[in-house]
C-alpha cells in the first residue's frame, strides 16, 4: 500500500510539473506574440531596424537565458519570462517583415503552422522514447555555437562592406538550424522529464521557448530562401 501511495504521489507530481511548465511555456508565447505587435504598431520602423537596437536586444536576451538558472526560482521569476519572451518577440519582428515582404504574408502562416506540427511530434517522441538522447547533447551545442561564432563573423564583415552571404548560403545555413533545433526539441524534452525536481517549471520552460521560437525562425529563414530559388 506504501508503494502504491509513493507511485501515486510521484505521478501527480509529475503531472503538476508538465502542467505548469506548459503553462508557462504558453506564457512565454504569448508574451513573445506581445512583443511582435509592439514591434510592429508601437516601435518606430527607424529604431526596430536600426543594427545597435537590435544588437542591443540581442545582448539582453543572453544575459536573461545565461542567468535564467537564477531568477528562475524567484517568486517573481514569471515577470522575468514575459520580459525575456518579450524581448525575443521584438527582435523577430525585422525577420518577419523581410520574409512578408519577398514572398507574402502567407508564409508566415505556413512558417508557423510547419512549427507547431514538427515541435509536437519532437515533443513526443523526446518524451516518450524509450532511447537515451544524452549522447546528441554535444553535437547540439558545439552545433549552435558553431552557428553563433558564423553568425558573429558576418555581422562583423558587413561593418566593413563585406558580404559573403547569398541564397544558396541561406538556404544551407537555415536548414542546419531546422535540424538543429529539431533536435534541441526532442533533447529537451527528454531532459527536463528526467530533471524533473532539479530544476523549476521556469526554467524547463525556457528551454522549450527557445526550441519553438528558434525551431520557427529557422523554418521561416528556410522557406524564404527557397522561395527566392
Known amino acids: 500500500m506504501t508503494q502504491l501511495s ?3 504521489t510521484r505521478t501527480v507530481g509529475s503531472s503538476t510539473f508538465f502542467a505548469r511548465t506548459m503553462g508557462y511555456f504558453a506564457l512565454a508565447l504569448a508574451a513573445a506574440a506581445a512583443g511582435v505587435l509592439a514591434g510592429i504598431y508601437l516601435v518606430p520602423t527607424t529604431l526596430i531596424t ?21 531568477w528562475s526560482r524567484a517568486s517573481f521569476g514569471y515577470l522575468f519570462l514575459i520580459l525575456f519572451a518579450a524581448i525575443f518577440g521584438l527582435t523577430l519582428v525585422p525577420l518577419l517583415v523581410y520574409a512578408a515582404l519577398s514572398a507574402g504574408v502567407l508564409i508566415l502562416v505556413k512558417a508557423l503552422v510547419a512549427t507547431i506540427a514538427m515541435f ?19 553535437f547540439l ?10 553568425s558573429l563573423l558576418t555581422f562583423i564583415l558587413s561593418f566593413f562592406g563585406i558580404s559573403v552571404w547569398n541564397d544558396g548560403i541561406e538556404l544551407i545555413f537555415s536548414g542546419f538550424g531546422v535540424l538543429v533545433f529539431a533536435g534541441f526539441t526532442a533533447y529537451d524534452f ?10 523549476s517549471p521556469i526554467q524547463a520552460s525556457i528551454s522549450l521557448f527557445l526550441d519553438f521560437i528558434l525551431l520557427f525562425e529557422y523554418i521561416l529563414r528556410f522557406m ?6
Open 6 to 8: 509513493h507511485t501515486a
Open 50 to 70: 536600426n543594427t545597435g537596437f537590435m544588437f542591443a536586444m540581442f545582448a539582453l536576451t543572453l544575459i536573461l537565458v545565461f542567468t535564467a538558472k537564477r
Open 120 to 138: 509536437a511530434g519532437l515533443a513526443l517522441f523526446g518524451a516518450t522514447t524509450k532511447r537515451d538522447l544524452t549522447g546528441l547533447g554535444g
Open 141 to 150: 551545442m558545439a552545433s549552435l555555437i558553431g552557428m553563433i561564432v558564423i
Open 190 to 199: 527528454q531532459k527536463i522529464k528526467k530533471l524533473e525536481g532539479t530544476i
Open 224 to 229: 524564404t530562401a527557397l522561395s527566392r530559388r
